[in-house]
């Protein structure tokens, strides 16, 4: 007899409807219930879409569909192990045999859902739209929707039937869609409906939903601005505008991209503003997002901006409270899952690309070009902006293919696109409009409307003239001594370094001998709490400015600082002291410099800046041991053919020298000898740096459209130089075993009490807990950082309530969140005895700022 053969059949998953599939928990007295159903939950989703779309001046940018296509986000959640996360969640019975673990290997439910429209033909784009939804590309490769771990082809059937479901519940199917940047704009749009359509209006199952739609969107910040009509130039600011700010209202008066050349102090800010107030009157742009180098110069640029809203806006606008008070839109409004405190999103600097209107940083836009996690978000939220982009020089290769990109992104998204610059070069103007232009006069407009095929170079009187006397200083000491007796006639003084610790070590310097004199002297830089920060530049920034007017005749003055100094900030000094740095950046400094003819000065002041400089063959055969600490900030090769520019320059006639001096320094020529060499590391790196094709490789994958979703700490837009992670500086640390909560003192004394359960503090409690805490972070880089805190430490005092930790589920999802503590002698120490640091001592001084002690 043949024998039988025996044949074993895997056990199917057990079979749950999709109509009853759970989709959420939620907090209910001491644990958790299940939440709304996978089907309810889409259909939220999708009606939340739709009403933002309904709301948004740039509806026209999405297509029939946009709202379906974010309903069917979540349908990936009625699958097996998903059922049984929640299930276990809620202590109640599981399907046998499924290991809800296993989700980590296909990115979770969002996987799932890719999947599944990619089983069902959904239209280009829109299979990788749900699966991203979370900010990140799922790792489904090789896996397919009917496979055993996703319930086989019987859960599959049940996934598509909840997608004609939503199909019939919302009269939408899934889209066509035409372009990379609009299936950006709809992974936006789907994302942040999933916030809003997660949040606290909707977790009760028992309760109606349709009636909190509008009010979470009330809640969540999306209530069209409105404004004032037919303002003047003069109505706005104060004053008329000049033939340069004319000209380009002029020019850009629809979307596109345009580039204002032009010296510094001409009033380009508010040429920009009135362009976005005139666009903003019509109706058809959604907001403004103003982007500048760093976060330090927009908190005064920020006052500038609020300036200009409280003239624009309508007496009753709704929106006015929130838009007219720093912080009010982060701190006020409700985006839901993600925007709450202890959220990726519940942080000002990515919350203001949501905003209508936001002064950040040009970081934070270039992520919305990035394979960057929730970077599709970013670019939703400038989608239809006027996006300012303030002090744009010419940048180095691996932030300059950044902007490039994200110029053409915004370009396509409607958005007009205005680039402001004292100092850029032909080449560099060329690369960022995509286009060839011609002229080479300065000051100059370069126009490229969205609606035109051909740019059009607008050339702007030049105006007055003004000469700025230079001296090239070798010797730092000679510096000091010609600062202090200037500062002691009773001049102003800005004496600028390249690098934090250098302007920290010159301050101490100067602040004793400053003292002795009658001499006020101050520090600023990128490196304090933005509570100290705040002082620093209300004082400083006042006094160095018109404010200051009244009292700048009272003693001398000198304030030294960072490149912060030279961007974005109406400060005037009678003379400056700067470290030598690229010439784009000393023509930056020297518009802080006399910059306004009526400002009241000491009798013996004249413009003249001292450059603190080697001689220039040296430098050629020795730059790291000529140029010191700076030429590990700019590169050799520039700051050698920068110095050569400046050889026997005592003096330089602006604007009429600006575009001879960088022409100069930057034109392409036959090098030879120690240049050829400087000018190869440039290239190709060094041991020290990484050369400019690696930053422009490194750029591209970046900007890869596939492939690993990259964390924002790893898709840095300044790469090694970012100053990415924030330190919380703290008094004290602790947990209060009674009432089971994170008891923590800040600098200032005042206590912070976190509970473990977030149900016990309402979502604005946690809401003014964190904006006081955010009040004591410093921003640092990577290797000067308090070593990392497990998660589970941070969590032991509340503050995953307050920071986002990242999620445990995902590898590379990391928090860049450091704590240390404040000692009475300035020392920085770790929480619970664990060690600051592997090499250094760390400080922190409420007038030096954070410190790292390599001595």
């Known amino acids: 007899m043949r024998r039988k053969k025996t044949i074993t059949v895997k056990p199917k998953a057990h079979l749950v409807d999709f109509s009853v599939c759970p989709a959420k928990t939620f907090e209910a007295g001491h644990g958790f219930k299940l939440g709304r159903s996978v089907e309810n939950h889409c259909h939220i989703v999708g009606e939340v879409a739709r009403e933002i779309i309904h709301r948004l ?39 046998p045999n499924v290991n809800p673990d296993l989700e980590k290997q296909w990115g979770g439910h969002a996987g799932v859902s890719q999947l599944t429209a990619k089983a069902m033909n959904a239209p280009e784009y829109i299979p990788e739209i749900l699966g991203q939804h979370h900010g990140f590309t799922p790792p489904v490769s090789g896996k397919r929707a009917n496979d055993d771990v996703f319930g086989s082809t019987a859960w599959q059937q049940e996934r598509e039937k909840l997608v004609l479901a939503l199909q019939e ?82 020019q850009a008066a629809s979307p596109g991209v345009y580039v204002l050349e032009a010296p510094m102090g001409l009033g380009k800010t508010e040429a920009a503003l009135y362009v976005a107030y005139q666009q903003l009157s019509t109706g058809n742009t959604s907001g403004v997002y103003f982007a500048l180098p760093t976060q330090l110069t927009s908190n005064k640029i920020f006052e500038r901006f609020q300036g200009f809203l409280d003239q624009i806006l309508t007496e009753d606008c709704e929106q006015r409270s929130l838009l007219l008070h720093a912080n ?69 290769a691996y932030t300059g293919t950044l902007l490039d990109a994200l110029v053409k992104l915004l370009r396509e998204l409607d958005c007009t ?9 032909q080449e560099r103007r060329q690369q960022i409009i995509g286009s060839q232009t011609s002229s080479m006069a300065y000051p100059l407009i370069t126009s490229f409307p969205q609606k035109a095929n051909e740019v059009t170079e607008v050339v702007i009187p030049k105006g007055d003239s003004r000469q700025v006397h230079i001296h090239l200083q070798e010797n730092d000491d000679l510096a000091l001594e010609e600062a202090l007796k200037r500062a ?42 933005l509570h100290d920060r705040h002082k620093i530049e209300e004082k400083w920034v006042g006094l160095f400015g018109k ?89 050799p090769f520039v700051l050698c053919r920068s110095l050569e520019v400046w050889q ?92 089971q909560a994170g008891v923590l003192v800040l600098i200032t004394g005042e206590q912070i009490v976190l509970p473990l359960r977030r149900s016990q503090l309402g979502r604005a409690d946690w809401r003014k807990c964190t904006a006081k805490l955010m009040q004591h972070l410093v921003n640092v880089r990577i290797a000067d950082a308090p070593k990392q805190v497990p998660t589970q430490v941070l969590k032991h005092f509340g503050l995953q309530h307050c920071f986002y930790l990242g999620n445990p589920d995902w590898q590379d999802d990391e928090s860049l969140l450091r704590v240390a503590l404040l000692t009475e002698t300035d020392e920085l120490k770790g929480i619970e005895h664990m060690t600051i640091h592997d090499k250094y001592p760390l400080e922190y001084r409420d007038d030096l700022g954070y410190q790292v002690i390599k001595n």
Request: glycine fraction near 8%; aromatic fraction near 10%.
């Open 57 to 95: 001046p740039t509806k026209h940018l999405f297509p029939p569909g946009s709202a379906f296509t974010a309903a069917t986000h979540d349908i990936g959640k009625v699958s097996p192990t998903f059922y049984n996360k929640l299930m276990r969640a809620c202590g109640l019975p599981l399907i």
């Open 169 to 250: 519940a919302l009269g939408e199917s899934w889209p066509e869609i035409k372009s990379y940047a609009q299936a950006r704009l709809l992974a936006g749009l789907t994302s942040v409906a999933d916030w809003i359509g997660s949040g606290e209006h909707f977790d009760d199952p028992t309760k109606d939903w349709q009636k909190n739609i509008r009010v979470a969107l009330d809640q969540a910040g999306f209530v069209q601005p409105t404004y004032k009509k037919d303002l003047s130039f003069e109505q706005v600011f104060g004053f008329p505008p000049r033939e340069a700010q004319s000209l380009l209202i002029e």
């Open 328 to 396: 009010a839109w982060l701190y006020d409004t409700d985006m839901g899952e993600e925007g709450r405190p202890g959220g990726a999103w519940f942080n000002q600097a990515k919350r203001g690309l949501l905003a209508p209107f936001a002064v950040g940083t040009i970081d934070q836009a270039l992520m919305a070009a990035m394979h960057v996690k929730h970077g599709f978000v970013r670019a939703f939220g400038l989608a239809g902006k006027v996006v300012i982009l303030d002090e744009v020089h010419t940048y180095d």
């Open 417 to 425: 696109v205005i680039i402001l610059s004292a100092t850029l070069n």
């Open 488 to 529: 002691e006639q009773g001049q102003q003084i800005l004496w600028i370094e390249n690098t934090v610790k250098e302007a920290q070590e010159r301050y101490l310097d100067l602040a004793a001998r400053a003292n002795e004199l009658g001499v006020a002297c101050g520090l600023l830089h990128s490196r304090f709490t």
């Open 547 to 635: 404010p200051g007017w009244l009292q700048r005749q009272q003693q001398g003055r000198i304030l030294v600082g960072t490149q912060v100094l030279e961007q974005s900030l109406d400060i005037d000094a009678d003379f400056m002291v700067s470290r030598f740095a690229p010439t784009d950046m000393l023509l930056q400094r020297f518009g802080r410099l006399w910059r306004h003819e009526d400002t009241p000065r000491c009798s013996f002041a004249k413009p003249e800046a001292w450059l603190l400089a080697p001689k220039l063959k040296p430098a050629i055969e020795a730059p790291a041991a000529e140029f010191g600490s700076s030429a590990f900030v700019y590169s």
């Open 648 to 739: 026997g320059k005592t003096q330089v006639t602006l604007p009429d020298d600006i575009r001879p001096l960088i022409e100069d320094t930057y034109k392409a020529r036959e090098e030879q000898g120690a240049m050829l060499r400087w000018l190869m590391e440039l290239k190709e790196g060094s041991r020290y740096k990484i050369g400019q094709q690696t930053l422009q490789q490194l750029a591209n994958i970046s900007l890869a459209q596939t492939g690993v979703t990259l964390p924002e700490s790893k898709a840095q837009t300044r790469y090694s130089e970012a100053d990415n992670f924030e330190v919380l500086i703290l008094r004290s640390i602790k947990y209060d075993q009674e009432s």
